[in-house]
């Protein structure tokens, strides 16, 4: 059974940080591709950085130079550290795994950006 759990929300002030990390079981983690999403209310989910097997990333530009993402391999976990948060980065975030290419989500964490 495939499980992923994210943590590491919470409420901060604009410019602040937080970091989000991805804890997965059920799969064979250095195979999967990993990626973060977000969902605002009253807008559609959104990828906001993903990671590949070789460790290749992509952001979205929105987020470029502000957030990191980054695996770990040996403990199963992928991370997000998040810089220079935004009011505008106030969501849900999602954990995703694609693993044998099978889609697999998290229950999502609430980062909230106060101005």
């Known amino acids: 059974q495939v499980e992923l759990v994210e943590s590491g929300g919470g409420l901060v002030q604009a410019g602040g940080s937080l970091r989000l990390s991805c804890a997965a079981s059920?799969?064979?983690?250095?195979?999967?591709?990993m990626g973060w999403y977000r969902q605002a209310p009253g807008k559609q989910r959104e990828s906001v950085a993903s990671i590949t097997t070789r460790h290749n990333t992509n952001y979205a530009d929105s987020v470029k130079g502000r957030f990191t993402i980054s695996r770990d391999n040996a403990k199963n976990t992928v991370a997000l550290q998040m810089n220079s948060l935004e009011p505008e980065d106030t969501a849900v975030y999602y954990c995703?795994?694609?693993?044998?290419?099978?889609?697999?989500w998290g229950q999502g964490t609430q980062v909230s950006v106060t101005s």
């Open positions: 995703k795994a694609t693993y044998l290419n099978g889609d697999y």
């Open positions: 059920g799969i064979i983690f250095r195979i999967s591709n």
